[in-house]
């Protein structure tokens, strides 16, 4: 069995992504995709277990890269309020929640242009319209968070979202926390072009939520 490091749970609550890079104690390369399996689940948890055949690596080529391999497992009813856990470990680790983030293929405008869970446990997703502007959804735990001044702040659902500029000037990125997870959402012009803070705020505005 191989450790898993995050998991996104769709918006069906039963389609369950795990995702896992080589271990360095391994220090190998996978020879066919991983495959997740529920181990143990109760009112409380679902342990899941991924494996996989590793060909070992001589120690002078070992190397990470900057994606973990998915695996997909699907629950016969919805996760809930239950903690996803290593089999490996036991220990539970970031878990996302589709249903936290706007729908932004609701909107046709905005397709999708790579998505993905890295090893250092974090989720990203981005998105483009014709134009050129790019959305941009990351999550990550809490903890490892560090955030721009606020600018401003606008509603998410029942939260607060923090408005922070989004390095150069004209993208803007907006911050909510739930649970352990902070989720952002980050919107990027065309090169030599640029979003007003009201416009920033009226494209939040015309995402939907589910």
């Given at each position: 069995m191989l450790?898993?490091?995050?998991a996104?749970v769709?918006?069906?609550?039963?389609s369950?992504?795990?995702?896992?890079?080589?271990?360095?104690?391994?220090?190998?390369?996978?020879?066919?995709?991983?495959?997740?399996?529920?181990t143990?689940?109760d009112?409380?948890q679902?342990?899941?277990?991924?494996?996989t055949?590793?060909?070992?690596?001589?120690?002078e080529?070992c190397?990470?890269?900057?994606d973990?391999?998915?695996?997909?497992v699907?629950?016969?009813?919805?996760?809930?309020d239950?903690?996803?856990?290593?089999?490996?470990?036991?220990?539970?680790?970031?878990?996302?929640?589709?249903?936290?983030v706007?729908?932004?293929?609701?909107?046709?405008?905005?397709?999708?242009?790579?998505?993905h869970?890295?090893?250092?446990?974090?989720?990203?997703q981005?998105?483009?319209?014709?134009?050129?502007?790019?959305?941009?959804?990351?999550?990550?735990p809490?903890?490892?968070?560090?955030r721009?001044?606020?600018?401003?702040?606008?509603p998410?659902?029942s939260?607060?979202?923090?408005?922070?500029?989004?390095?150069?000037?004209?993208s803007?990125?907006v911050?909510?926390?739930?649970?352990?997870?902070?989720?952002?959402?980050?919107?990027?012009?065309?090169?030599s072009?640029?979003?007003?803070?009201?416009?920033?705020?009226?494209q939040?505005?015309?995402?939907?939520?589910?």
């Open positions: 450790p898993w490091v995050a996104v769709a918006r069906d609550d039963t369950i992504t795990v995702a896992t890079g080589i271990d360095s104690a391994i220090c190998g390369e996978s020879t066919r995709s991983p495959e997740a399996t529920i143990r689940q009112e409380t679902v342990v899941i277990s991924v494996t055949s590793i060909v070992r690596a001589e120690e080529v190397a990470t890269t900057g973990a391999a998915p695996a997909f699907s629950l016969q009813k919805p996760l809930g239950r903690v996803l856990r290593d089999a490996t470990t036991t220990r539970p680790h970031p878990t996302y929640f589709q249903r936290d706007p729908d932004v293929l609701a909107d046709k405008r905005w397709d999708p242009s790579g998505g869970l890295r090893p250092d446990e974090r989720w990203f981005s998105f483009r319209d014709p134009g050129g502007t790019m959305l941009l959804l990351d999550a990550q809490t903890t490892r968070v560090h721009p001044a606020t600018i401003a702040t606008v998410i659902r939260q607060q979202g923090i408005i922070t500029t989004y390095g150069a000037p004209g803007w990125t911050w909510w926390e739930l649970g352990q997870v902070t989720y952002s959402l980050s919107l990027i012009p065309p090169e072009h640029g979003f007003t803070l009201k416009q920033f705020k009226q939040l505005a015309g995402l939907r939520w589910s």
